[in-house]
């Protein structure tokens, strides 16, 4: 048995790299985001058997609307040695579908799970990259995993895997609160299957200029026009923002989900939550995880 937490993750804005890459490894975006200290823990229990078999659970419910962690499991048992009975719990601490990165923080942390419960020996960088691979194979993310494995305020630089794309970390020394309002889920695999045409340019334009202020505010600003280009702070995610934007607090929606999100420094928190009370939906208040994924 081992168990294992992935940080959930937000993308205010991303760019998918054109060129000639056809392998996993260098698939992937490029864009900026952060970690949430809130996200999945993954216990992994693995017995001999007879024949190969496994079962999924999330929040001690039998699932099989878990196609990423199927991939992982199914990756896993092909490298083993012997048939095993895998039996995985998925321990969600963040809603499915809402741009909080769920598909990506099952997929880490279920693939660190396995890695020590089934002695494979895979490096912490080997063992995350099959969890990318497995994001890019149901196409339910791109930069998230790698994002997930280094934690904190990311600027993606480069696309790719763990130990193939590269993250540059913008140091915010806890003294901002993630305040996070979901309030309708977005498929990202339909999403990322009809609309790349919308999204590239836009996202490698806003990284260089991240690059140069390493500003929360500019990131939260440019978070919203990204957003707003692809028509997602329209609809119910308008009147949070404005009540947000009332209080001169800049906010944008998590890609991708009907979800409002904002950094603030901590002494802002509580207003900001208050702004966010009375409009339905799920309201997080939590810490950037700056560890990244990790086995417990
Ligand atoms: N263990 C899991 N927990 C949640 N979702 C999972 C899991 N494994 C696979 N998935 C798939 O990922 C989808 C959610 O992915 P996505 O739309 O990217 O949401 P998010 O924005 O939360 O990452 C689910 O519909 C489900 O098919
Ligand atoms: C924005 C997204 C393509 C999907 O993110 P999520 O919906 O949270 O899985 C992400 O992986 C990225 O590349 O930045």
């Given at each position: 048995?081992?168990?294992?937490?992935?940080?959930?993750?937000?993308?205010?804005?991303?760019?998918?790299?054109?060129?000639?890459?056809?392998?996993?490894?260098?698939k992937?975006?490029?864009?900026?985001?952060?970690?949430?200290?809130?996200?999945?823990?993954?216990?992994?229990y693995?017995?001999?058997?007879a024949?190969?078999?496994?079962?999924?659970?999330?929040?001690?419910?039998?699932?099989?609307?878990v196609?990423?962690?199927?991939?992982?499991?199914?990756?896993?048992?092909?490298?083993?040695?012997?048939?095993?009975?895998?039996?995985?719990?998925?321990?969600?601490?963040?809603?499915?579908?809402?741009?909080?990165?769920?598909s990506?923080?099952?997929a880490?942390?279920?693939?660190?799970?396995?890695?020590?419960?089934?002695?494979?020996?895979?490096?912490?960088?080997?063992?995350?990259?099959?969890?990318?691979?497995?994001?890019?194979?149901?196409?339910?993310?791109?930069?998230?995993v790698?994002a997930?494995?280094?934690?904190?305020?990311?600027?993606?630089?480069?696309?790719?895997?763990?130990?193939?794309?590269?993250?540059?970390k913008?140091?915010?020394?806890?003294?901002?609160?993630?305040?996070?309002l979901?309030?309708a889920?977005?498929?990202?695999?339909?999403?990322l299957t009809?609309?790349m045409?919308?999204?590239?340019?836009?996202?490698?334009?806003?990284?260089?200029?991240l690059?140069?202020?390493?500003?929360?505010d500019?990131?939260?600003?440019?978070?919203?026009?990204?957003?707003?280009?692809?028509?997602?702070?329209e609809?119910?995610?308008?009147?949070?923002?404005?009540?947000?934007?009332?209080?001169?607090?800049?906010?944008?929606?998590?890609?991708?989900?009907?979800?409002v999100?904002?950094?603030?420094?901590?002494?802002?928190s509580?207003?900001?939550?208050?702004?966010?009370?009375?409009?339905?939906?799920?309201?997080?208040?939590?810490?950037?995880?700056?560890?990244?994924?990790?086995?417990?």
């Amino acid at each position: 048995m081992a168990k294992a937490f992935s940080p959930g993750h937000i993308t205010g804005f991303f760019e998918i790299p054109y060129g000639s890459y056809s392998h996993f490894l260098h698939k992937g975006s490029k864009g900026a985001g952060f970690s949430i200290d809130r996200g999945i823990s993954t216990t992994a229990y693995v017995y001999e058997s007879a024949t190969t078999d496994y079962q999924i659970s999330i929040n001690g419910v039998r699932s099989s609307n878990v196609d990423v962690s199927k991939w992982v499991v199914e990756e896993y048992l092909k490298l083993a040695d012997r048939p095993y009975f895998v039996n995985v719990e998925h321990d969600i601490g963040i809603p499915v579908g809402f741009g909080l990165g769920s598909s990506g923080a099952a997929a880490l942390s279920l693939s660190y799970a396995l890695n020590e419960a089934l002695d494979a020996s895979l490096s912490r960088t080997q063992a995350a990259q099959i969890a990318h691979h497995a994001e890019i194979a149901c196409k339910t993310g791109l930069g998230t995993v790698i994002a997930e494995f280094a934690g904190g305020f990311e600027m993606r630089t480069g696309a790719g895997a763990p130990g193939v794309g590269s993250v540059v970390k913008i140091d915010l020394e806890n003294y901002y609160k993630a305040v996070v309002l979901c309030l309708a889920p977005i498929s990202t695999k339909s999403f990322l299957t009809n609309m790349m045409d919308e999204i590239n340019g836009l996202g490698g334009v806003m990284l260089s200029k991240l690059s140069k202020s390493r500003s929360v505010d500019e990131f939260l600003r440019m978070s919203h026009e990204f957003a707003e280009t692809l028509g997602l702070t329209e609809g119910k995610c308008k009147e949070p923002i404005a009540a947000l934007k009332a209080l001169g607090i800049e906010s944008s929606v998590a890609l991708f989900g009907q979800t409002v999100f904002t950094l603030v420094p901590q002494t802002r928190s509580k207003q900001a939550r208050d702004a966010l009370k009375g409009f339905g939906g799920t309201l997080l208040v939590c810490n950037v995880d700056s560890n990244g994924a990790r086995v417990l």
